[in-house]
Structures are given as structure tokens and as C-alpha cells.
């Protein structure tokens, strides 16, 4: 008796898959015909241009609020918020 339990003759799933066309053809149809991407849009995201380094701190609520209220009100990750308050600080 074999292992395949009488599913030999299908193909993969990932055969499958790899036969669906994926090219700007099938993007423009769909397009014409009202379909919209569900895949996530990515936000913007500069590549590393240095050497990196983890950081991890705990901070009091009064700090860390008011920290990551000023990162969103001017759209900074949070090293930016950082290196932005070290150059007014002259630190930087």
C-alpha cells in the first residue's frame, strides 16, 4: 500500500502556485474591472546606510508619552525622535 493514500496524480500546491501568471497583463484587467490589491501597503523605509545598534530602555509615562507624541507629530521612528533632540541639544 503506498503512502500517497491514491493522491499521486495531483499536482503540488506549490506547482500550482507557481503557474499562476503574475505580470502588469493581469494587474491592468483587474484594474479595468475594479479589483484592488489587498496586499499591505509598505510605508516608506530608508535602508540602514551605517552599522546599527539596539537600544532598549524603560521610561517613566511622563517621559515616554510625550516622547512618542512628539515621533508622530513629526513622523520620526524613534532613533530620528533621538538624533533630533541631540542636535538641539548640540550634542550632535
Given amino acids: 500500500m503506498s503512502d500517497d493514500f491514491g493522491f499521486s496524480g495531483r499536482k503540488k500546491l506549490a506547482d500550482k502556485i507557481a503557474q499562476i501568471p503574475g505580470d502588469a497583463a493581469t494587474d491592468d484587467v483587474a484594474d479595468k474591472h475594479g479589483f484592488v ?3 499591505p501597503m509598505r510605508p516608506f523605509r530608508r535602508p540602514p546606510v551605517e552599522p546599527v545598534v539596539t537600544l ?3 521610561a517613566p509615562l511622563r517621559v515616554a508619552t510625550p516622547f512618542q507624541q512628539f515621533c508622530a ?3 520620526y521612528s524613534y532613533w ?3 538624533e533630533e533632540l ?3 541639544a ?3
Avoid: A, F, L, P
Wanted: aromatic share 0%; net charge positive; charged share 45%.
Fill in 80 to 82: 530620528e525622535g533621538i
Fill in 73 to 75: 507629530e513629526n513622523r
Fill in 90 to 92: 548640540g550634542v550632535v
Fill in 56 to 58: 532598549h530602555t524603560r
Fill in 86 to 88: 541631540m542636535r538641539r
Fill in 37 to 39: 490589491s489587498r496586499e
